[in-house]
């Protein structure tokens, strides 16, 4: 199994910076995709960014390329992601998941990162 925790969340102004962070342990070497998730208050869940485990290519909601930055280190186990003028619309939960061990979907989520984005 894979493990998921997420740091980095908390309260932003718009316009500003703010990075979120996941660590991955357990079975990562098993691992195919990570990516963000998120889920505004009353909203259902949404897909952010994905980024592939082997080759470190990266996929975005049209919305938000160009304001969001997914990343990873293989290394450490990392997943990040750089949020660039964060607006209010962006409020969420923040979930990273991973696609593991041949899975078709996403199938370890962590427990989630709230931010909130003031003007």
């Known amino acids: 199994q894979v493990q998921l925790v997420e740091t980095g969340g908390g309260l932003v102004q718009a316009g500003d910076s703010l990075r979120l962070s996941c660590a991955a342990s357990?079975?990562?070497?098993?691992?195919?995709?990570m990516a963000w998730f998120r889920q505004p208050q009353g909203k259902e869940r949404e897909l952010v960014a994905s980024?592939?485990?082997?080759?470190?290519?990266?996929s975005y909601v049209d919305s938000l390329k160009g304001r969001f930055t997914i990343s990873g280190d293989t290394v450490k186990n990392m997943v990040y992601l750089q949020m660039n003028s964060p607006k209010e619309e962006d409020t969420a939960v923040y979930f990273c998941a991973a696609r593991y061990g041949g899975s078709l979907q996403f199938n370890a989520w962590g427990l989630g990162a709230h931010v909130v984005v003031s003007s």
């Open positions: 357990g079975h990562t070497f098993d691992v195919q995709d």
């Open positions: 980024i592939n485990w082997s080759t470190l290519a990266t």
